[in-house]
């Protein structure tokens, strides 16, 4: 073939390959743009119907209340309640609610066990009482488990799944002597349920007798966390903890292994917290006594509600607000949640 035609030809095959190129580009970039589009649209859905207990923002002028509703008669539970029944006060003032949450949001439960003094002995009981406030726990909840002594064991991390916690609960073993008590519930509010940890409500149920071995008068080390630390710590914690009082009084003193004045400073601690939170103190004289407590607390727990407001004063003067909470025409419950806050930093709502 002479030159000038071969160069034609060589011309119209590389110009064919060169369209057949953009074509096939052009055909990959549509594809490519429409696979983005479809999955901006899963994502605007996700967002849509997620769980709004587990995407919930709130900036830094809201105050956040968790407001547990009790019953006066124990046999006749709380029925739900809406915003509508609800009066917020910061400082007598009545407020606007702008975010409530139902009671039937998920939670984050963290079971704080004591294995120290005469419960070290009494495993079976401990395992079985455990498996029952799993048991009672509702199916969106997720629950940790952590036993302590003188050491801390996470025993389970959060989980919903009730089989792998059962297995868990199966495998605590007894731990060294002593008690850190101060220590162990610093943990669980600095890694488990500690700011950025989750954005569902969280509560946290502590089995012990309160003695820390940093009281007065009691043999060994104790916690490096002074009780005054933890209660700054449980202020600014948005975590609500429900104090299980295990009386182990009588046969702890009768070994003369901790003085009775040690037990009564437990239990103004213990108290203390509780009043912190806004819950009270249970009250179990013997492990057998903690089923039935760890299912009343699971009732009160399906009573808790997030309530929000916007203070309608505002300045940020570093003084101290006192809040309350008030049922409307409720007389047969009772609203209990932190005392207040100090206005220099509104999100960190603490009791006076």
């Given at each position: 073939m002479p030159w000038p035609a071969a160069s034609m030809v060589?011309?119209?095959?590389?110009?064919?390959?060169?369209?057949?190129?953009?074509?096939?580009?052009?055909?990959?970039?549509?594809?490519?743009?429409?696979?983005?589009?479809?999955?901006?649209?899963?994502?605007?859905?996700?967002?849509?119907?997620?769980?709004?207990?587990?995407?919930?923002?709130?900036?830094?002028?809201?105050?956040?209340?968790?407001?547990s509703v009790l019953s006066h008669d124990p046999l006749k539970p709380a029925t739900s309640l809406q915003q509508r029944d609800f009066q917020v006060f910061d400082d007598g003032t009545p407020q606007e609610i702008s975010f409530f949450g139902a009671a039937d949001a998920p939670f984050d439960l963290v079971l704080l066990l004591d294995l120290s003094g005469s419960t070290a002995n009494k495993l079976k009981m401990i395992r079985k009482s455990a498996k029952r406030f799993v048991e009672a726990c509702r199916p969106m909840d997720r629950i940790a488990i952590v036993t302590f002594s003188e050491n801390l064991e996470v025993v389970s991390p959060l989980s919903s799944?009730?089989?792998?916690?059962?297995?868990?609960?199966?495998?605590?073993?007894?731990?060294?002597?002593?008690?850190?008590?101060?220590?162990?519930?610093?943990?669980?509010?600095?890694?488990?349920?500690?700011?950025?940890?989750?954005?569902?409500?969280?509560?946290?149920?502590?089995?012990?007798?309160?003695?820390?071995?940093?009281?007065?008068?009691?043999?060994?080390?104790?916690?490096?966390?002074?009780?005054e630390e933890l209660a700054n710590m449980a202020r600014r914690s948005e975590a609500i903890i429900f104090p299980v009082f295990l009386d182990t009084e009588k046969e702890e003193v009768k070994r003369h292994s901790t003085p009775a004045e040690a037990y009564v400073l437990a239990r103004a601690?213990?108290?203390?917290?509780?009043?912190?939170?806004?819950?009270?103190?249970?009250?179990?004289?013997?492990?057998?006594?903690?089923?039935?407590?760890?299912?009343?607390?699971?009732?009160?727990l399906g009573t808790v509600y997030s309530i929000g407001y916007r203070p309608a004063n505002n300045t940020r003067n570093g003084k101290w607000h006192k809040v309350s909470v008030a049922l409307a025409d409720r007389p047969e419950l009772a609203a209990r949640t932190r005392g207040g806050y100090y206005a220099g930093a509104l999100t960190a709502i603490t009791p006076k």
């Open positions: 060589i011309m119209r095959i590389e110009q064919t390959e060169l369209s057949d190129t953009r074509t096939f580009l052009a055909r990959v970039k549509g594809i490519f743009l429409a696979v983005v589009v479809l999955l901006a649209l899963a994502m605007s859905v996700f967002a849509q119907t997620a769980d709004p207990a587990d995407t919930i923002r709130i900036d830094s002028d809201l105050v956040n209340l968790q407001v799944d009730h089989k792998v916690l059962e297995r868990d609960i199966d495998d605590i073993e007894r731990l060294s002597a002593g008690t850190n008590f101060w220590d162990a519930l610093r943990h669980v509010f600095e890694k488990i349920v500690g700011p950025g940890q989750s954005s569902r409500r969280t509560a946290v149920v502590v089995m012990t007798d309160g003695v820390d071995n940093a009281l007065p008068d009691v043999e060994g080390e104790g916690s490096r966390t002074t009780f601690q213990l108290a203390r917290l509780a009043e912190i939170s806004g819950t009270v103190v249970h009250r179990a004289a013997e492990l057998s006594d903690l089923e039935s407590v760890y299912e009343q607390i699971i009732r009160d």
